[in-house]
């Protein structure tokens, strides 16, 4: 275990040169960084699988997790003591998993097809922005069953205003300012949030004096209880419909930019994609295409965990406070788990899945991503929809750079593309 002065400036340009601190200086790193305070940085999948089968008094993912309290309150999934989230994850979980899936492939598909139709023919494009606003609209309909165009613009337009601001280094600089204010102190942010909220506090309210019962994520909330029987308050429904709206909305959206991205490099792959997509015999290559994408571009920057404890890691025993980060970049380009890292191989997956802690943009253990399901249909869905609807080819043939935004890694160029239809 090395501490590397140096770690914090190497984060801010990019899974690269952290890759080569590690193959420097081994496989845990520890550093300082502003706001957040001593880190271990981590790419070794066995003391990975071990933090995070530690046990809850020990380590903690609540408190790792608070970066995203400006956007998903202090009651959302992510930020919630380990008792409170399993009681609340499963009760969510039905609403996102199983055959709810089903259900929501025909619409997913349908958003689909009026996204690559929207899109401009032959000439170069930002796809990013386009998939934003798409599954901001797929993921309204799951969580609020909104599909009606009046009410998807009265949704839309301050959400994706919020979600927009909170994807920004602004939101990052604030954040490690917090003790002196910095978030208190943002008077537009405020605004932004308070309008979301009126949203979705009216959306409550109108249920409740309807008496309405609705299987979208809402409804099942609005049934859920809190460990003392009692329904859950207005704000903590807000704060869990936001956890599911930003995770769906940014991480689902970033992640399907980079899978086209990818695409777009290597047509090789694309053929055999489209092939699958035209034959419509099953998604075992979409699949594969997917992991693969998502572990060249992992849309995800940290997996973050807390000590609660003096914490024994490989040599080093870690003070109680000090911030563990699963580096998911360095983890997913570790040369002893994938040989040749850097390339995009979907091959590797075929008849296989993801198993243990090698592979994880939706991060692991109790606090695994409760819309990974959810976010893998989608973008397999997505994929086969423009497969069969256009020709994809880069604007430009190098890789877009990974540019750190918050919390996530997106496309430095907005996953810029030539779409030819192929219908014309």
Same mark, same amino acid.
């Given at each position: 275990?090395?501490?590397? !002065?140096?770690?914090?400036?190497?984060?801010?340009?990019?899974?690269?040169?952290?890759? #080569? %601190?590690?193959?420097?200086?081994?496989?845990?790193?520890?550093?300082?960084? !502003?706001?957040?305070?001593?880190? %271990?940085?981590?790419?070794?999948?066995?003391?990975?699988?071990?933090?995070?089968?530690?046990?809850?008094?020990?380590?903690? *993912?609540?408190?790792?997790?608070?970066?995203?309290?400006?956007?998903?309150?202090?009651?959302?999934?992510?930020?919630?003591?380990?008792?409170?989230?399993?009681?609340?994850?499963?009760?969510?979980?039905?609403?996102?998993?199983?055959?709810?899936?089903?259900?929501?492939?025909?619409?997913?598909? #349908?958003?689909?097809?009026?996204?690559?139709? %929207?899109?401009?023919?032959?000439?170069? /494009?930002?796809?990013?922005?386009? @998939?934003?606003?798409?599954?901001?609209?797929?993921?309204?309909?799951?969580?609020?069953?909104?599909?009606?165009?009046?009410?998807?613009?009265?949704?839309?337009? +301050?959400?994706?205003?919020? @979600?927009?601001?909170?994807?920004?280094? =602004?939101? &990052?600089?604030?954040?490690?300012?917090?003790?002196?204010?910095?978030?208190?102190?943002? +008077?537009?942010?405020?605004?932004?949030?308070?309008?979301?909220?009126?949203?979705? $506090?009216?959306?409550?309210?109108?249920?409740?004096?309807?008496?309405?019962?609705?299987?979208?994520?809402?409804?099942?909330?609005?049934?859920?209880?809190?460990?003392?029987?009692?329904?859950?308050?207005?704000? *903590? @429904?807000?704060?869990?419909?936001?956890?599911?709206?930003?995770?769906?909305?940014?991480?689902?959206?970033?992640?399907?930019?980079?899978?086209? =991205?990818?695409?777009?490099? $290597?047509?090789?792959?694309?053929? #055999?994609?489209?092939?699958? *997509?035209?034959?419509?015999?099953?998604?075992?290559?979409?699949?594969?295409?997917?992991?693969?994408?998502?572990?060249?571009?992992?849309?995800? &920057?940290?997996?973050?965990?807390?000590?609660?404890?003096?914490?024994?890691?490989?040599?080093?025993? @870690?003070?109680?406070? &000090?911030?563990?980060?699963?580096?998911?970049?360095?983890?997913?380009?570790?040369?002893?788990?994938?040989?040749?890292?850097?390339?995009?191989?979907? =091959?590797?997956?075929?008849?296989?899945?993801?198993?243990?802690?090698?592979?994880?943009? /939706?991060?692991?253990?109790? $606090?695994?991503?409760?819309?990974?399901?959810? *976010?893998?249909?989608?973008?397999? &869905?997505?994929?086969?929809? /423009?497969?069969?609807?256009? =020709?994809?080819?880069?604007?430009?043939?190098?890789?877009?750079?990974?540019?750190?935004?918050?919390?996530?890694?997106?496309?430095?160029?907005?996953?810029?593309?030539?779409?030819?239809?192929?219908?014309?």
């Amino acid at each position: 275990m090395t501490t590397h !002065p140096l770690m914090p400036a190497y984060l801010l340009l990019g899974g690269r040169a952290v890759e #080569r %601190a590690f193959d420097q200086a081994g496989e845990v790193i520890t550093t300082w960084l !502003p706001g957040v305070g001593e880190v %271990a940085l981590l790419r070794d999948p066995v003391l990975i699988r071990q933090v995070m089968r530690s046990s809850g008094e020990v380590i903690d *993912a609540a408190s790792a997790n608070r970066v995203q309290e400006p956007v998903i309150g202090r009651r959302g999934l992510a930020v919630l003591p380990d008792a409170d989230h399993r009681r609340l994850r499963s009760v969510m979980q039905p609403a996102l998993r199983g055959p709810a899936l089903q259900n929501l492939r025909e619409s997913t598909a #349908r958003i689909a097809r009026q996204t690559v139709l %929207a899109c401009p023919a032959a000439t170069p /494009f930002e796809l990013l922005p386009r @998939l934003r606003v798409a599954m901001l609209r797929a993921i309204l309909e799951v969580a609020l069953g909104i599909d009606d165009p009046h009410r998807l613009r009265q949704w839309s337009t +301050p959400l994706r205003r919020l @979600l927009n601001r909170a994807d920004s280094y =602004e939101i &990052t600089v604030r954040y490690a300012l917090r003790h002196v204010g910095a978030l208190e102190a943002w +008077p537009s942010y405020r605004r932004l949030n308070a309008a979301c909220d009126r949203l979705i $506090h009216a959306e409550v309210d109108r249920r409740r004096r309807r008496g309405e019962d609705r299987d979208d994520v809402l409804g099942v909330l609005m049934r859920a209880c809190d460990e003392r029987g009692a329904r859950l308050t207005r704000q *903590a @429904l807000r704060d869990e419909l936001m956890s599911v709206i930003a995770g769906a909305r940014t991480t689902t959206a970033t992640g399907l930019a980079w899978v086209f =991205e990818r695409l777009a490099r $290597h047509p090789e792959v694309l053929r #055999r994609l489209t092939a699958e *997509a035209d034959a419509a015999d099953g998604e075992s290559y979409a699949a594969a295409v997917v992991y693969e994408a998502l572990r060249v571009r992992p849309p995800v &920057t940290f997996i973050g965990r807390r000590t609660l404890r003096p914490y024994r890691l490989g040599p080093r025993t @870690l003070r109680p406070g &000090t911030v563990i980060a699963v580096h998911l970049m360095a983890l997913h380009h570790n040369p002893g788990l994938y040989p040749d890292p850097a390339a995009f191989r979907p =091959e590797r997956w075929l008849g296989k899945r993801p198993s243990g802690y090698g592979w994880m943009p /939706f991060g692991g253990g109790t $606090h695994t991503c409760i819309g990974d399901h959810l *976010a893998m249909m989608q973008i397999r &869905t997505f994929l086969h929809v /423009f497969a069969r609807h256009a =020709e994809l080819r880069t604007a430009d043939a190098r890789d877009e750079p990974v540019r750190w935004r918050a919390i996530s890694n997106t496309p430095g160029r907005g996953c810029r593309l030539i779409l030819w239809p192929r219908d014309q």
